[in-house]
């Protein structure tokens, strides 16, 4: 199968990734490509095969409910790229 | 020289008190200053990691158990570290100075090892080549025009060029396993779980694991001894006993059975590769393993149904770097929408780009089940095969890679053409199996050549003492490239 520019730009706008139109050009081919490795799976027959979506078929632990973690917000806010009085700058999203 | 020792070697020359480890430490920072050509560090300290070593030196004066204390390692550039910067290989990252260690960082600090610097890698662990890093390529060791292989090659040609006496690297469809065969050395995959992966930057949740790049399986043996065991902050961290590797290297190879999957001897790989990996072979039945044959049928689907996999996972794990908390962030923007996809486009580099489009591309509405839902089922079948051969063998082997060391920018323009590297390592990570890459010869411009053996789950022990049996008779291991003799 093949991926269309506008399949690209879709999925890009979903990943949040800024692209060219150019970018968008060379990425279909790109894809397209991959997605032809990938159909080689189509080849087998996977009736009735439960999908496995980890290695270990393990249920996931439980832990005790107790505090361990301390507040390490300076710590944290130290290396974010814009930050006020304890909180994350970013651009305005309500008016 | 401590250059030409390996990691157990230097161990037993510190215990002795026949070497500190201010002067083994010193060494090996002289040699990665002297040798940037080969780009395989990207950060390195020398003032705080020789007041580590000295510290270790104290401490060891002081100390009733002192073993490793002040051995040094080469850290790959994935695993969070306070005292240094912890890029990945990114441009989102190149500012990022991580608020905690990781375990892995943490179990290496408590036994007393000595990090000498984090190594270069392909972006995001994404790549066999280690071409995609956003610090450049890596050079080769034994041919600098060829690429020591990827993830994890900043990791491989430090130990290779003997910059280090070991490294830690990552492992999601070959990282560890494939730049140790292009560079010579012995790379452990360990099982799923069986190393914390917190810390870890996340590149696909359900294959990553950590492992040790280095001259032997006993050296592979002893970090592994370190990295390995239990962690809560991991929720897929086993919580299983470890066992004690060190003494289990001995265990011989009488009577082993030794499976060999037609599928891995196909013709379509290097002759050369091929005739030395049949030599081994031989070498390995000569110290009482017995060859059998074995069919992993699906096993070339590995790679399509990988393909699908890593990316829909790192798709989902590279979400988190948007620019708000740390991380890169774009100059100017108009709004939130256009400040997320203006970083991010600055951000990551094609290869990341890629495989984020092509996994969101898998994940979204009307084509989850035609490629994920297929990818995870595939996955099972081919866990299910290693299952099967299991029945008939206690390990598997055969080549670790269809070739050596391709040349710089060959695959660059040809993504397909680049994963097609991972055919052998890929379905092992896929069922979360242990294996090794070991060197055993060389083609004929000089180039290492890597055979894999694969293990049943957590059976690590075995893979090792195999490994190590083979290293006791041959010396392959212990060649260094002429100019970093």
Known sequence: MSISKSDVERVARLARIGIEPHEAERYSIDLSNILTLVEQMNKIDTEGIQPMAHPQDIQLRLRDDEVKEVNKRDQFQAIAPAVKQGLYLVPKVLD | MPHRQSLSALNRMLATGGISSTEITTHFLDRIEQNQQLNAFVSVDREQTLAHAQQADHSRRNERNSNLRGLPVALKDIFCTQDLLTSCGSRILSNFVSPYDATVVEHLDKDGFIVLGKTNMDEFAM???????????????????????????????????????????????????QPAAFCGLTGLKPSYGRISRYGMVAYASSLDQAGPITQSAEDAALLLQTMAGFDSRDSTSLDTAVPDYLSALNTGLENVRLGIPKEFLDPSIDAEVLSAIETALEEFEKLGAKLVDIELPNSS?????????????????????????????????????????????????????????????????????????KAQKVRRIIANDFSQAFKQCDLIAGPTTPSTAFPLGENLDDPVSMYLNDVFTVPVNLAGLPAISLPV?????????GLQLIGPYLKEANILSAAHSYQKVTDWHQRIPGDYE
């Open chain 2, 301 to 373: 689907a590995g790679i399509a149904a990988y393909y699908v996999i890593a990316p829909a996972e790192a798709s989902s794990n590279l979400s988190k770097f948007d620019g708000v908390r740390y991380g890169h962030r774009t100059a100017e923007f108009s709004d939130l929408l256009d400040m997320y996809e203006k970083s991010r486009a600055e951000g990551f580099g094609d290869e990341v780009k890629r495989r984020i489009l092509i996994g969101t591309y898998a994940l979204s509405a009307g084509y989850y089940d035609a490629y994920y839902l």
């Open chain 2, 127 to 177: 790549g066999s080549s280690n071409e995609s890093s956003y610090f450049g390529p890596v050079l080769n060791p034994w041919n600098t025009a060829r690429v020591p292989g990827g993830s994890s090659g900043g990791s491989a040609a430090a130990v290779s060029a003997r910059l280090a006496p070991a490294a830690i690297g990552t492992d999601t469809g070959g990282s560890i396993r």
């Open chain 2, 441 to 449: 010869g060389f083609d004929q411009s000089g180039l290492p050549i």
